[in-house]
């Protein structure tokens, strides 16, 4: 495997925000997430006090913010035990290389996401043929070339344990990218869902903008295999999380978690599926 770390080739600034963007949140003691411009980074660790995680490593040109964000959270000099990611797209991803060249610490995800995370495979162009708002009309300018970690990135655990952090557990959830996943605590039911669903609706420009709260499937320009998105859903709604941060959007808790996942599960392809576009045909059966 190639050794050099290289970004994407089609590595560039998105010029997208929302009204959170460079804003952060404790939703745990050692829970903390961030919004850069519409994606959320997860850090997991008490501040200042041992080992963290990042989770997820946002847009293209991220790196400085997240950098911004360790020294405030973690102190000056320090560096995760672990990179962990939900997936590859780019914007999860987008700050990893310049982390890369700075930290040199190991980057884990699933197994099937290791060809699009170490430059041999891309992942299927964006459709802006899909039903959808703006977000999704304007998805061939989004970066779909993979980005090159060379060794750096290694599959997850096949024992679903999470390297750097021992309560926590890794949940195949694929539909949105093949080898998606999301972490649960079963202590505290938090969960990281990545875009497995989301809180906000994803391709509508507004809403976006906005952070208008609703539990909503993955982003649909990027989501080739619908009916595995749905299982995806029900694994995790079976899960009864109390708390979820997702990829995209505001944290939810308590009764709004609980209700609006179970509405998403009984009404994914009213709610989340398009009624057209390259990766469906608007039916889950």
Not at 37 to 64: C, H, K, M, Y
Not at 235 to 253: F, I, N, R
Request: net charge negative.
């Amino acid at each position: 495997m190639d050794n050099e770390k290289r970004k994407s080739g089609d590595d560039k600034f998105i010029p997208m925000t929302s009204i959170t963007s460079g804003v952060g949140e404790e939703v745990r003691n050692d829970v903390y997430y961030y919004t850069d411009q519409i994606v959320n980074i997860s850090f997991i660790g008490l501040p200042e006090e041992g080992e963290w995680v990042l989770v997820d490593a946002g847009l293209p040109r991220a790196a400085t913010e997240i950098r911004a964000v360790v020294r405030e959270r973690f102190g000056k000099d320090s560096k995760p035990a672990a990179i962990i990611l939900t997936h590859g797209h780019f914007d999860h991803v987008g700050g990893l290389v310049d982390l890369m060249q700075e930290w040199e610490v190991p980057v884990y995800a699933h197994k099937l996401e290791l060809p699009y995370l170490t430059g041999e495979k891309s992942y299927p162009e964006p459709d802006a043929t899909v039903e959808g708002g703006f977000l999704a009309k304007i998805s061939p300018i989004y970066p779909n070339e993979p980005i090159n970690l060379g060794d750096a990135v290694k599959a997850l655990p096949n024992d679903h344990s999470v390297p750097g952090l021992t309560d926590w557990k890794w949940i195949h959830t694929p539909g949105h990218a093949p080898g998606h996943v999301s972490f649960f605590r079963e202590s505290d039911r938090t969960l990281l869902a990545g875009d497995a669903f989301i809180t906000v609706r994803q391709d509508s420009f507004y809403k976006v903008l906005m952070q208008t709260e609703e539990v909503n499937g993955p982003p649909r320009y990027l989501t080739t295999d619908w009916y595995a998105a749905w299982e995806s859903v029900k694994k995790l709604a079976d899960l009864k999380p109390e708390l979820a941060v997702t990829g995209h959007g505001h944290y939810m808790e308590g009764e709004s978690l609980t209700k609006g996942l179970q509405n998403l599960v009984e009404n994914f392809e009213q709610i989340a599926v398009p009624d057209y576009g390259r990766y469906t045909d608007g039916n889950l059966h």
